[in-house]
């Protein structure tokens, strides 16, 4: 097989694992980091209110529409009262309702918000709307500020712009006086501002939010002027006039209703209260995969129980141990026992940690060899062989174990966790190495082994890289790229560049 398929394949292997992996990393936010958080922000509105004699309903806007933010969760509090959720015009309400009530009551509204620029609400395209009702002298002030403030525009942005810093102005101007005595607050201008754009047949509305901020105490909304241009809303500050949303503005609800309607009581307050607070990333990356009706999660690894994840947590990091094995090996020239041996005594290394692992090991292996030593001159078949030793290495780490306890040396314990199938095919090749190639091989290539084995383990205890792995198992597509390109390397090693110095250098002159 050419170079070129291989070059190919490897290359659809890395796409396919990277545009995965960058897909639920931007689009679905799957976290990066291990015990990564996220930031939150819990917002609540309480209505207070005294109930009459009849039946009580009490209508509160809640958020829909809110381009940058998706709603976690939600949850409506009450106390006896019936509960019904709907859609209207402008976004959604909640509405309780109760036959009989006594006494002063609160309702609740909360919700978990969680902020992502990158969601885009589906807004439909506007109608133009029907000119306002004006006397004849308000409607002559209105063609002639229409007219002017267009003269001195270029689009609908402008055109807005402009509107309200006329409308703000301190000082009186022709066709505008008329239109100031309607009030002076945000709410009051962003309303006028409404009525003025219609007149220039510009769809607009108000939208009214809270700002996700750290704030002591109650929060009060504010209002926000969005005109259309045809393509998009445009938002504007109605006092100020100047463009654009901030990025922490939550729509709240749109339009010139107020925030709640009672009907059957009195003496309604509303008291807006915001947090923030922090949540487990994957949590979120769950709770917008709902909301999304992304199906991302239920053929993820966290669709599987508690216990089975554990055991793929340490499965997925075989293929990594053994991509850097390959290359120790094929690049660098190091000498081992095969390339499992070294990645599962690297996983036994997780339980027994680096030190008492490597002693452990060694000792288990000397006292093996001296053992199939032994067995070698009784002249025994492979299979006997193997059978006798593989015995003989389960009697050491249980007489290991039992040694360490009655010197209270818990370490050694966890000697039971080493593959002893792999130590006593380790055992029996190091034996075969000795005899046909001597003793400096088999001891050069059994502390290869161990020194592979010890850093296959440092590199696969770093809790990011395990964390990496385990959200994001495309990425081994990537390893399997990786060893198909270095599957083709018939180079030099880094250590036999001292085997063949010699040969490097030029032979002297002949004398």
Do not use: C
Not at 186 to 202: E, K, P, S, Y
Not at 474 to 487: D, K, M, S
């Amino acid at each position: 097989m050419n170079n070129r398929h291989i070059y190919i394949l490897a290359a659809v292997l890395t796409l396919a694992g990277l545009g995965i992996f960058f897909y639920k990393m931007q689009v679905l936010g799957f976290p990066v980091r291990s015990q990564a958080q996220a930031p939150v922000w819990n917002v609540e509105a309480a209505v207070s209110f005294l109930p009459g004699p009849a039946a009580v309903k009490v209508t509160l806007n809640i958020p829909s529409l809110t381009p940058g933010f998706v709603v976690l969760d939600e949850n409506f509090v009450s106390r006896g009262f019936g509960l019904t959720t709907r859609d209207t015009a402008l976004g959604r309400e909640a509405q309780w309702a109760v036959r009989e009530a006594t006494g002063p009551q609160t309702v609740y509204y909360r919700a978990l918000v969680y902020k992502d620029p990158s969601r885009i609400v589906e807004d439909t395209t506007p109608a133009f709307p029907e000119p306002p009702t004006l006397d004849a002298a308000a409607k002559i002030a209105l063609d002639g500020l229409i007219a002017d403030v267009r003269r001195q525009s270029a689009d609908v942005a402008t055109f807005t712009s402009e509107l309200l810093r006329r409308l703000n102005s301190p000082a009186s101007q022709d066709y505008i006086e008329l239109f100031l005595t309607r009030g002076s607050t945000a709410n009051d201008r962003a309303v006028l501002a409404t009525t003025l754009l219609a007149g220039a047949q510009i769809p607009s509305r108000v939208a009214h939010g809270v700002l996700l901020r750290d704030q002591a105490g109650q929060v009060q909304p504010m209002p926000l002027l969005e005109v259309h241009d045809g393509l998009q809303w445009l938002y504007f500050d109605p006092i100020s006039g100047a463009q654009g949303r901030p990025d922490d503005f939550l729509v709240w609800w749109r339009g010139q209703v107020p925030m709640v309607e009672v009907e059957g009581g009195a003496t309604t307050t509303t008291e807006l209260a915001v947090q923030r607070s922090v949540l487990d990333a994957m949590m979120v990356v769950e709770q917008r995969a709902e909301q999304r009706g992304s199906h991302a999660i239920d053929f993820s690894l966290f669709s599987l129980p508690i216990t089975t994840q554990s055991v793929y947590g340490v499965l997925l990091l075989v293929p990594v141990g053994a991509l850097a094995i390959m290359f120790l090996r094929n690049f660098i020239g190091v000498k081992t026992f095969g390339t499992f041996m070294p990645v599962l005594v690297a996983l036994a290394f997780r339980e027994t940690r680096l030190l008492w692992g490597v002693i452990l090991f060694a000792v288990i292996v000397s006292l093996g060899l001296l053992i199939r030593a032994y067995l070698e001159r009784l002249r025994l078949l492979l299979v006997p062989r193997l059978t006798i030793v593989l015995t003989v290495v389960v009697l050491l780490m249980a007489g290991i174990s039992v040694f360490s306890q009655k010197l209270d040396i818990q370490s050694g314990l966890s000697i039971a966790l080493f593959p002893m199938v792999i130590i006593a095919m380790t055992i029996e090749r190091m034996s075969i190495v000795w005899e046909e190639r001597g003793a400096s091989e088999a001891i050069q290539e059994g502390v290869g082994s161990l020194v592979v084995a010890a850093l296959a383990y440092l590199l696969m205890g770093i809790n990011w890289l395990e964390h990496i792995v385990f959200v994001f198992p495309e990425l081994l597509l990537v390893v399997v790229a990786v060893t198909l390109i270095a599957g083709r390397y018939t180079g030099y090693r880094l250590l036999e560049l001292r085997r063949f110095k010699a040969l490097a250098t030029e032979p002297s002159a002949p004398g």
